[in-house]
């Protein structure tokens, strides 16, 4: 049995969740998220919260059950709180700055690297080596932080490149001295 599933998702005030059908648009205060659920769940919105049941205990439908209230519970969070990953740069010379609502980045190539902020997703740089990635869609806001980092993965013999702030690298040792 779900016990992620048979948790009612709190709605607070100021928050609109309509439920149509299997479509549900949540609304606050840092926007609007639309998704489209699989048909063997459905939605009741009764007392400030919103109960996800499943149409039969099939294996999908116990899966979809936990996701669905998670996915659910995601959306209300992002349009009340919003989400945010942050990133550091490691290298000497490397760094990150604003370019409009884009990010330029120096990470030891010839060329500095633009990325392009899409819609619903905000950069911050707070110092010359972090990254503030922010946006309601947590989805949107993982995958973006992920495609930053992947302009320079962080190596495993000195460190240098983007990570996840907090992210450990394990290093390695690297070639041993020939004994001639």
């Known amino acids: 049995m779900s016990r992620i599933g048979l948790k009612p998702v709190p709605v607070p005030p100021g928050v609109e969740v309509t439920i149509d059908d299997n479509k549900v648009t949540v609304k606050g205060s840092k926007g609007e998220l639309t998704r489209e659920f699989h048909e063997n769940v459905s939605f009741e919105m009764s007392d400030g919260e919103v109960t996800v049941s499943r149409a039969d205990d099939t294996r999908e439908s116990r899966a979809l059950h936990g996701l669905s209230r998670a996915l659910l519970n ?8 919003g989400f945010s990953a942050k990133l550091e740069i490691q290298g000497v010379g490397y760094r990150a700055a604003m370019k409009g609502s884009d990010i330029e980045l120096q990470v030891g190539f010839s060329h500095p690297v633009t990325v392009s902020a899409p819609a619903g997703i905000a950069f911050e740089v ?7 990635v922010r946006g309601n869609d947590k989805q949107m806001v993982g995958e973006v932080a992920a495609n930053v980092r992947k302009v320079r993965k962080p190596e495993p013999y000195k460190g240098k490149g983007i990570r996840y702030e907090g992210e450990y690298v394990r290093k390695k040792a690297g070639k041993a001295g020939v004994a001639r």
Not at 126 to 132: D, F, K, Q, S, T
């Open 126 to 132: 707070p110092e010359a080596n972090r990254i503030v």
């Open 74 to 81: 995601n959306m209300v969070v992002g349009v009340t709180d």
